[in-house]
């Protein structure tokens, strides 16, 4: 939701990093994969104990993650790979943060793995739907809007933790969320794909 309506604010913000990592040489992919790198370094540091670096590594990372797109588009380079890649390894980061408060906060195992279920369920449907529609947007995929989408799971698995021992609210929540979205990308589907 905060992704669809508020990218246009923070662009140009994004811009700035683009034309930083584009001459330092980096490439889309390569912004890629530090992003990923990033990410699951967060993962880590949360289940070492690190929680607030881990949510500092989280948010650059997140960062990167929009940074690589905005490179990608400014030298004609996006490519299907860099969509593979983009969307693996935003499912690498939260899964190397779940499974980090999971370790650390062994108390929400079960429901960190319910979280991370539903994460695959709308991640089906998003990406079934996508090869399936037509592509009407900037990205490379057909992008389905919804009520979890990238910053609010980052808000989310942030929140996670901060609240350390905490967390399991804000880990119903977050599947909540996730379920949700999914039922609105399911929904959504049904219509276009009629």
Request: aromatic share 10%; proline share 2%; with cysteine.
């Amino acid at each position: 939701m905060l992704d669809t309506h508020c990218r246009k604010y923070i662009q140009p913000l994004i811009g700035v990093g683009a034309d930083i990592a584009m001459k330092l040489g980096l490439t889309a992919n390569g912004v890629t994969i530090i992003a990923m790198l990033l990410g699951l370094l967060s993962g880590v540091l949360v289940a070492l104990g690190f929680n607030i670096a881990a949510v500092l590594v989280l948010w650059f990372s997140g960062y990167l993650d929009a940074v690589d797109g905005t490179i990608a588009r400014k030298t004609k380079s996006s490519s299907p790979f860099g969509t593979v890649m983009d969307i693996t390894f935003d499912r690498m980061v939260e899964g190397a943060v779940i499974l980090g408060v999971a370790y650390k906060y062994t108390e929400f195992s079960f429901i960190s793995l319910v979280l991370a279920v539903s994460i695959i369920i709308s991640m089906t449907i998003f990406l079934t739907t996508g090869p399936l529609a037509e592509n009407k947007g900037e990205k490379t995929f057909y992008y389905q809007a919804g009520l979890a989408e990238r910053t609010e799971g980052f808000l989310m698995l942030s929140l996670m933790m901060l609240l350390k021992e905490n967390a399991g609210v804000v880990i119903n929540i977050f599947t909540g969320m996730v379920l949700f979205t999914a039922f609105q990308r399911f929904r959504e589907a049904k219509k276009i794909l009629k």
